[in-house]
């Protein structure tokens, strides 16, 4: 029961950044979306592919520090594990339910249904992915995952 809430609280931490960046107005994560919908966005004047790129920048430097390195605390302090394969085994757990958590309830749910995600002059199907491009996504990043896993195991190990 441990692991379901503490995974629980991984993917609350992931939305909490995702709600930082996003601020209120989609302009300030349009990276997530397609390149034609950002071309469309900077063609309309709402921003420019500079402050894009920057915010890109920032959204993942913070989220490879804040989400690996609250794993690394996560599994090597709070659940005290030291060997390379119960390490392993638990950032699996971590790092896939996230990728099924981003693509169900970030991807899917929450750009569909939130009216604070639409930009004004860009259609909803222009964003909005469907389920089938959703999953094909997400399978790619399983293999992705499991080498972050294998990486952050062996930090673990040195670490702890």
Not at 87 to 92: P, S
Request: overall charge positive; proline content about 2%.
């Amino acid at each position: 029961m441990n692991i379901l809430l503490q995974v629980v609280l991984y993917c609350l931490l992931f939305t909490l950044l995702v709600a930082l960046s996003f601020r209120g107005n989609a302009i300030n994560i349009v990276y997530f979306y397609p390149k034609s919908v950002i071309d469309k966005v900077v063609a309309f004047g709402y921003t420019d592919y500079k402050t894009v790129q920057r915010n890109k920048i920032i959204f993942y430097s913070s989220f490879i520090v804040l989400m690996f390195g609250s794993l690394i605390f996560i599994v090597g302090s709070w659940n005290e594990i030291h060997e390379f394969k119960e390490a392993f085994i638990q950032l699996n757990i971590f790092l896939q339910s996230w990728n099924i958590f981003d693509g169900l309830v970030m991807d899917i749910l929450w750009t569909k249904n939130s009216q604070r995600l639409k930009i004004k002059g860009i259609k909803d199907n222009e964003y909005i992915p469907n389920v089938i491009d959703v999953i094909k996504k997400r399978m790619l990043f399983v293999p992705v995952l499991l080498v972050v896993s294998f990486l952050l195991a062996k930090i673990i190990v040195f670490i702890y």
